[in-house]
């Protein structure tokens, strides 16, 4: 009795299969299909000119530079065409718009503070030592060689007043890592560089004892310009780390960081230090013979 049972109801559950296939259903990343159907991959870029990272060429006007590249990249592995946007006013605005959904993506060498932890969601690709450009007279006005062990504890509890650009990381690590220091604000990086390297007591703006940013800002700019190395000094931090990253909204974060992550690694090379770009865009930084 209990086998014909048994039996009975296998048959029944294998009419019930028959007449009522199962529906599988692939499994679907909508963040990257919305990019797919969209057609374009929509990029925040910061409103300035940082070459090598991302600038306008001077005689085509188009956008050029690695972030521009590695950008344009990831959109060719997705299938679609690139679309940049740089009408974000400040770098902490481009930040907080890619968190609202604006883009898909902000890229443009940007740093890591608790306050964009608060917008958006980070991944790193680039690793630079924080650095200054400083006034040789500040320097030897701290009473300490620079060979000296104690130096750099002395210069990050001077009283100076540090110049870079308004509204960006470096506002916020200025005040963190020089905490007696004044920090003033420019509202680009060639304002912060004329303020340093042209002021004299003619010039309307204020006087500055050094400007700070990554290592791939502050080395080139003695690179470019030897001369300026008789009166400035470049310092350079290995224990303070800017961690440069990619940001993505929430939505971002969940359907598109994995994707992210695999062609930072595969196409890109892995997380690059700002030695590997000094020396991968050497015939940029050093001055023509021109």
Not at 8 to 27: E, H, I, S
Not at 185 to 201: E, Q, R, V, Y
Request: charged share 25%; net charge negative.
């Amino acid at each position: 009795m209990f086998r014909l049972l048994l039996r009975f109801l296998l048959t029944a559950l294998c009419a019930v299969f028959l007449l009522f296939p199962l529906q599988v259903c692939a499994a679907e990343n909508s963040f990257i299909d919305e990019i797919q159907q969209r057609g374009f991959l929509k990029v925040g870029l910061p409103p300035y000119n940082t070459p090598p990272a991302y600038y306008l060429d001077p005689g085509s006007d188009d956008l050029q530079g690695y972030d521009v590249d590695l950008a344009t990249g990831l959109a060719e592995k997705l299938g679609v065409d690139v679309q940049f946007d740089r009408s974000s006013t400040s770098f902490n605005e481009l930040v907080q718009r890619v968190g609202a959904d604006d883009f898909d993506i902000a890229i443009g060498k940007l740093g890591l503070t608790y306050k964009r932890l608060f917008d958006a969601f980070p991944i790193q690709y680039l690793s630079f030592r924080h650095a200054l450009l400083a006034d040789r007279s500040f320097i030897s006005s701290l009473g300490t060689d620079p060979d000296d062990p104690k130096f750099g504890d002395v210069l990050r509890n001077a009283k100076m007043r540090v110049g870079s650009i308004e509204n960006s990381t470096w506002e916020t690590e200025s005040r963190a890592n020089f905490p007696n220091a004044e920090f003033v604000g420019f509202k680009n990086w060639s304002a912060a560089k004329k303020a340093l390297t042209n002021h004299d007591a003619k010039s309307d703006g204020p006087k500055i004892d050094a400007i700070y940013r990554d290592a791939t800002e502050i080395k080139p700019i003695v690179y470019e310009k030897p001369v300026l190395s008789l009166k400035f000094v470049p310092i350079l931090f290995d224990d303070i780390i800017d961690r440069k990253s990619i940001y993505l909204s929430e939505k971002g974060k969940v359907g598109f960081s994995d994707f992210l992550d695999n062609y930072l690694k595969r196409e890109w090379g892995g997380i690059k230090s700002d030695k590997n770009i000094l020396d991968d865009f050497q015939a940029f930084y050093l001055p023509s013979d021109s």
